[in-house]
């Protein structure tokens, strides 16, 4: 059966796997999924929900379509999809699970900013969530905020007013204190900084100190435009290419 034949459930399993690098990417499935977009979004939301209504042992330990189909709604940068996948990046089974948390660190907020239906709520909650794997909390900090920050898609008032809405409501993480600093500092939020050093004076850091705050406003504040054009923020491409140059 050639992949132009392959059935929607057909395509679900070769997308389905235990570990991100178990066997070659299916690239015949990926591309086919993308042929059949309408046909496959509802599967794939579906797959997405049932994942998650599965008990935490089920999400860690079966295998699942749902890490392939998170960066082909990337590709497809469909908003439909940014409610379910703001609910799975809060779910630690999903964002720890092995190999697939570098990948999603290096490119999962390029996937959330393709998706991005326009509010920043379902993102801050996913931050606020003590249940969330504490470095995904990070990396949606300073990568997915940042970027739609960068881009005009969060007013940088808005993000302002969040990181100053949650300080008495962070736990003791201090990877998730850092995405906090770190982002107030990227975007040029000085008036932050005297939360900042209150953070620090509550030793909710490890080992950061204002003068590397500082540093970062500074260029921040020099250069608005420019402190974060790199290929990091770029648009997402295609699933398969963007796994095939990002994996082992």
């Not at 779910?91 to 697939?100: G, I, L, S, Y």
């Not at 969040?162 to 736990?171: A, G, K, M, N, S």
Request: aromatic letters at 10%; hydrophobic letters at 45%; glycine letters at 4%.
């Amino acid at each position: 059966m050639t992949s132009s034949a392959m059935s929607p459930e057909k395509i679900l399993r070769s997308l389905t796997r235990r570990h991100l690098t178990d066997g070659r990417l299916p690239k015949g499935a990926l591309k086919e999924a993308s042929r059949r977009r309408d046909e496959m979004l509802p599967l794939f939301l579906i797959a997405i929900e049932k994942y998650l209504s599965a008990s935490a042992k089920v999400r860690a330990e079966s295998p699942t379509p749902v890490m392939l189909i998170f960066f082909v709604l990337g590709e497809w940068g469909d908003k439909r999809a940014y409610r379910p996948i703001a609910r799975l990046i809060r779910c630690p089974q999903f964002t720890d699970r092995v190999e697939f948390e570098a990948a999603f660190d290096e490119i999962g907020h390029r996937v959330i900013a393709a998706v991005f239906d326009g509010d920043p709520e379902p993102l801050f909650d996913a931050v606020r969530d003590p249940k969330a794997h504490r470095i995904a909390r990070y990396n949606i900090l300073v990568n997915a905020i940042a970027m739609l920050a960068y881009q005009e898609k969060i007013d940088r008032e808005v993000v302002a007013n969040f990181l100053v809405d949650i300080y008495e409501q962070l736990d003791d993480y201090p990877i998730v204190w850092l995405g906090w600093a770190s982002l107030a500092a990227h975007l040029g939020l000085s008036e932050l900084r005297p939360l900042v050093l209150q953070a620090i004076a509550a030793e909710r850091f490890d080992g950061y100190e204002i003068d590397e705050f500082d540093a970062d406003l500074k260029r921040a504040i020099a250069r608005p435009d420019t402190e974060y054009i790199n290929e990091d923020f770029s648009p997402f491409e295609g699933a398969y290419e963007e796994l095939k140059a990002h994996l082992p």
